[in-house]
């Protein structure tokens, strides 16, 4: 039982009880801060210049490379060396912490760093309102986005192009990070005709196109968002190859003539009723024996983690559009096998993100009328 007066209980004994137990809430109640200084270590070139400087820096010489001085700069150090980003020796001189330094240097580290950009103009906005989302049983979030009410974000973006362009950079990198686990399936699979169902920029049917010369693709996507995908895919020279049609999704049919649907960071936005619809439409679409595809981050069948993966709920729960959460693995093959698929496959990614594919094929027939 808490003590009426909190000063009565900070004697020596419950001091040393309670101490490891702050020190873990403290950082979590500080997090804010540690990712501001983790963002603001990726925006000023800090990480990149020490990890270029093999014997270290001091102080004036990182100012100098970055642009910051006195009090600013010695902030700005201190916090990163607070969360084990940068190290400082006896001698003054910081470096690049030994385990992050892979990572900056890898290809991977612009992807990152617009992760780190989306994270900041979209999660960090929107999730500061998770608990009301809770309490409320609704996005609350989505009201820090300027837009109607009723819009989802992807509507509310598609009128501001800075935000449109960190999203869709975001998405694109994040889609890369994963995406090899992805692309590796489709190559084995080898579909000659693909529909990608919330295609976006058409990162996805870029890379398929690729690798498999011989393939055809229809990507699906909000009318006011399919001027980016065509815009990517004719920069690749992919017209010929590649058709972006304008839809609601959830009042028109897909298209037919596909052997394979792929939904790519879809699923992962809409309720357990929407994705059931999704699934009986695609089921519409396909013949017997086509391919389903659906890649996304995923939480264990336990639902305790992976970490990535449960804190990425907390930007479905509170911001997109109402439904939508990082589900587990055995909720889209439940869904699967209520819509006439079957012969599981899963296959994980083996990147730091919680990525992961599930290939179905259609087993069984769905009703018509169960689309609608």
Not at 14 to 23: G, T, V, Y
Not at 64 to 86: C, F, H, P, Q, S
Not at 98 to 123: D, G, K, M
Not at 199 to 226: C, K, M, W
Request: proline share 5%.
């Amino acid at each position: 039982m808490n003590a009426a007066n909190p000063e009565d209980a900070a004697g020596p004994e419950s001091r040393r009880l309670e101490r490891p137990a702050f020190d873990i809430l403290g950082r979590l109640a500080f997090a804010a801060a540690a990712f501001q200084t983790l963002r603001a270590a990726c925006e000023t070139g800090l990480l990149e210049r020490l990890v270029e400087a093999s014997d270290g820096l001091d102080r004036d010489g990182i100012g100098e490379r970055i642009g910051l001085r006195g009090r600013w700069l010695d902030t700005l150090l201190t916090a990163a060396a607070a969360t084990e980003l940068i190290r400082r020796d006896s001698a003054g001189r910081y470096r690049i912490a030994e385990e992050i330094a892979p990572a900056v240097r890898s290809v991977e580290w612009p992807l990152f760093t617009a992760t780190v950009a989306f994270e900041h103009n979209f999660s960090y906005r929107g999730i500061s309102l998770f608990t009301e989302s809770l309490v409320r049983e609704t996005n609350a979030g989505i009201e820090q986005f300027p837009g109607s009410a009723g819009e989802s974000l992807y509507v509310r973006y598609s009128s501001h192009p800075q935000l449109r362009q960190v999203f869709y950079t975001y998405m694109r990198a994040w889609s890369r990070i994963g995406g090899p686990v992805l692309w590796d399936a489709l190559a084995e699979i080898a579909p000659t005709r693909m529909l990608d169902v919330g295609g976006g920029d058409g990162v996805h049917a870029i890379a398929a196109t690729s690798r498999l010369p011989d393939l055809e693709v229809t990507v699906l996507d909000l009318p006011e968002n399919v001027e980016v995908s065509r815009a990517r895919i004719a920069e690749q020279g992919l017209e010929d190859r590649i058709c972006v049609i304008g839809c609601d999704i959830f009042a028109e049919p897909f298209p037919e003539g596909h052997d394979l649907v792929l939904f790519a960071h879809q699923l992962v936005i809409w309720s357990e009723e929407e994705n059931l619809a999704l699934l009986r439409r695609t089921n519409i679409a396909l013949p017997l024996g086509g391919t389903i595809v659906i890649f996304s981050s995923m939480t264990e069948d336990t639902e305790d983690g992976p970490f990535i993966a449960a804190m990425a709920s907390l930007y479905h729960a509170a911001i997109p559009v109402e439904g939508g959460r990082i589900y587990p693995w055995k909720s889209y093959e439940g869904w699967l096998t209520a819509t006439g698929f079957g012969e599981f496959q899963r296959i994980r990614s083996d990147t730091w993100t919680p990525h992961g594919v599930i290939v179905a094929r259609k087993v069984a027939e769905v009703p018509t009328d169960a689309a609608e």
